[in-house]
């Protein structure tokens, strides 16, 4: 009987002048460059899929190298808006966790406001791609499990901001939590770029916020349950109306 590795397996991504000589048997490569996929033999070394047709080759990549988690509101089913959340006097200049309300499925019209097409390793890490209900005080954590040191994702938000007065600005970021055996241990934040609201006070100011991290020794899987996570936080300096439409990640692995 051959050499057999039980879910050991990794998924590299990288440029055709990087693609190493030797990996652990049944690794797998992806030059991003030249769209070429490697899968390493039982000597460690690469052998390039090529008996199989482009759409195989694409089933490979999709199931274990690319993918996505979207969480949709109801503004994507007929509703004239996202969800809302008031940002109060008290609120302002004050990091929050935003609120979102994840579209239900409707019988007989469509699926739900969840698309979960997460690559193959996350989804056997951890059935379920988030926690979190989007409500106050419970807001949604993107979890981390599957992915690996050498992985990356992007943040993808949707919102729109209706300030309540002039010359406002919005701020956004992603909050990582790090995992138990991390160190340091502290979480910490990645800013994105701000908005600002030039045109005045009761204005519909759609946001579209890109975040792109590497995942790194820190928020990647330490264990069974114990794996980053991630949320998505706004500070206005003044009060508003926050209506988030969408979030995203997007995965390499």
């Known amino acids: 009987m051959g050499k057999i590795r039980l879910n050991n397996i990794k998924h590299y991504t990288g440029t055709q002048a990087e693609l190493p000589a030797t990996l652990p048997y049944?690794?797998?490569?992806?030059?991003t460059d030249e769209q070429r996929y490697f899968v390493y033999n039982?000597?460690?070394?690469?052998?390039?899929?090529?008996?199989?047709?482009?759409?195989?080759?694409?089933?490979?990549?999709?199931?274990?190298?690319?993918?996505?988690?979207?969480?949709?509101s109801g503004v994507y089913?007929?509703?004239?808006?996202?969800?809302?959340?008031?940002?109060?006097?008290?609120?302002?200049?004050?990091?929050?966790?935003?609120?979102m309300t994840i579209q239900a499925p409707v019988l007989g019209q469509h699926a739900g406001g969840i698309s979960d097409e997460r690559v193959a390793d996350m989804?056997?890490?951890?059935?379920?791609?988030?926690?979190?209900?989007?409500?106050?005080?419970d807001p949604i954590k993107f979890?981390?499990?599957?992915?690996?040191?050498?992985?990356?994702a992007t943040l993808r938000t949707s919102l729109t901001f209706v300030p309540d007065e002039d010359g406002g600005r919005l701020d956004s970021r992603i909050f990582l939590e790090r995992h138990s055996g991390a160190s340091p241990s502290e979480d910490f934040p990645i800013n994105a770029a701000g908005?600002?609201?030039?045109?005045?006070?009761?204005?519909?100011y759609p946001h579209l916020v890109n975040v792109q991290f590497f995942v790194g020794d820190t928020i990647n899987t330490n264990g069974p349950g114990d794996a980053g996570k991630i949320r998505f936080q706004i500070k206005s300096d003044v009060t508003g109306t926050i209506y988030m439409n969408e979030m995203a990640l997007f995965i390499q692995l």
């Open 143 to 152: 979890l981390l499990e599957g992915m690996v040191v050498q992985s990356a």
């Open 26 to 31: 049944g690794d797998t490569y992806f030059s």
């Open 195 to 204: 908005l600002a609201m030039e045109s005045g006070a009761d204005e519909f």
């Open 77 to 99: 089913f007929g509703d004239a808006y996202g969800t809302a959340q008031t940002i109060a006097i008290e609120d302002v200049d004050v990091w929050q966790d935003v609120v």
């Open 42 to 72: 039982e000597n460690e070394e690469p052998r390039e899929i090529t008996s199989g047709s482009i759409d195989e080759v694409e089933e490979l990549i999709k199931t274990n190298i690319q993918g996505y988690i979207g969480l949709l």
């Open 123 to 137: 989804k056997t890490a951890n059935t379920q791609g988030y926690e979190g209900t989007g409500a106050f005080g």
